[in-house]
């Protein structure tokens, strides 16, 4: 039951932090408690205050009113144009790049706060506004009413920055950038070990088990998350061994086999529901346990920009050298699965790495079929191989990559549209052959 709250819990953080409305409702209401503070202060010392400064909170009831009926229409309708300009954007790239940067733009920190200052900025002069009363016992709330003056400059700020930030985040290089860095965090954050010298592997121990039992899963739809800890807490719990069969981002249907587990007897119904509740699945990827991911959303902006409605190459090549940073980064670290043991050392969890072939796979092949004829894009896609190349430490990734320049090879040879384009696409292929093969053993090996 614990494992099943983690997780719940874990896949509810992923929803709300990649939500539009989650950092606006603490802005909203921290605006909101300031309101209220703000005429508590005036109902204790306010009187001593305008002794002090009676030029800034000398203000009588009607000018009050009118000032926090301004300011407050006016941020209404600024909060109005700021939706109005986020959905567009969304809209812009959805259709420019691909829906899967959409939560990129609704997590974004800077439309988030944007928004909550200026839905915050109105409630706040709607707080305020209703406590000014006139006679035969008046109460201005001046230090508040100030407090608005103060706000609408800052709101003013805030939607300069909006505009400055949102025209900046639509552009394909800032978007890409921004993938990048995210992915980069992730493989620290779960791949933080440099790749061994040579690209030697650890052996991993062969476990002993006389019987492996699947353990279905009862939800379809997207990994997003996998709670290991408690996996092994599972199996330690139940003398038992976890085997996981899916990864974060993989999709599984009803019933398919989600893991699989070594143990005296078959799971029964407590435990298969137990073990699902360590996997948070819902409808769509994320990158929070997912750093592939980073790669098929930069992939699938290149894709969207070779479209033929599209035809822009200069993204395509963007997303191409953002690409070769993250496989450059991957290349170096040990990709290997971390298996989990318990306290008595033996090994209780068997878990999943990363393909460093898979991730070639996914990064340049789509991309090169799409590109036939395309000349600058597919010589962009044999230097990112090479930089790559250059970053590799085992004859396994030189070899993933020697295959992706083969593809590449032959699908820009094959569709060139000059005898030059040939050539150059000739003579880059062979260093690259030269470079790779090496050591390069097929991949795999």
Known sequence: MQAAADSRFKQLWVQVHSSLW??????????M????????LDRQAGDTLRQYWPRLLAVEAEGARNLLSAIAGSMATIA???????????????AQYTSRVLRNFMRDRGNQVVLGIFIGIFLYCLLVLRTITGEPDPFVP????????????????????????????????EM????????LHMIDKYFPDEAAEG??????????????????????GTIQTVAEHQLLAWACAHDAIVRMEHKPGDFVGMDETLLSVAMTRPPDEAMIAALNGAYGIDAFRTLDQDPAFGIRQLADMALKALSPGINDSTT??????????????????????????????KLRVLSIGLDFGQLAGFAFRQVAENAQGNTAVLLRILDTICKVGQAC???????????QAEITGEIGLRSAKSEAAKEDLGARLRVLRDMLAQDAGRPGD
């Open 22 to 31: 989650f950092v606006p409702t603490f802005v909203i209401l921290g605006l």
């Open 33 to 40: 408690l300031l309101a209220l503070g703000l005429v508590e």
């Open 142 to 173: 001046a230090c508040a009413v100030l407090g608005s003056v103060l706000l609408s400059v800052s709101g003013s700020g805030a939607f300069i920055y909006f505009i400055h930030h949102i025209s900046s985040t639509i552009q394909a290089a």
């Open 80 to 94: 109005g144009v700021t939706f109005s300009i986020t959905m567009v954007a969304l809209t812009l790239a959805s």
């Open 393 to 403: 430490a085992g004859s396994a990734q030189r070899g993933a990559l020697l295959q």
């Open 316 to 345: 395509a090549e963007t997303c191409l050298d953002h690409i070769g940073v993250i496989l450059a980064c991957c290349a170096r670290r040990n990709l290997e699965p971390r298996n989990r043991y318990g306290k008595d050392g």
């Open 199 to 220: 690209g030697v592997r650890e052996p991993h121990p062969d476990p002993v088990a006389t019987a492996w039992h699947p353990v279905p899963t009862r939800q379809w």
């Open 176 to 183: 890409a950038q921004a993938i990048t860095h995210e992915t």
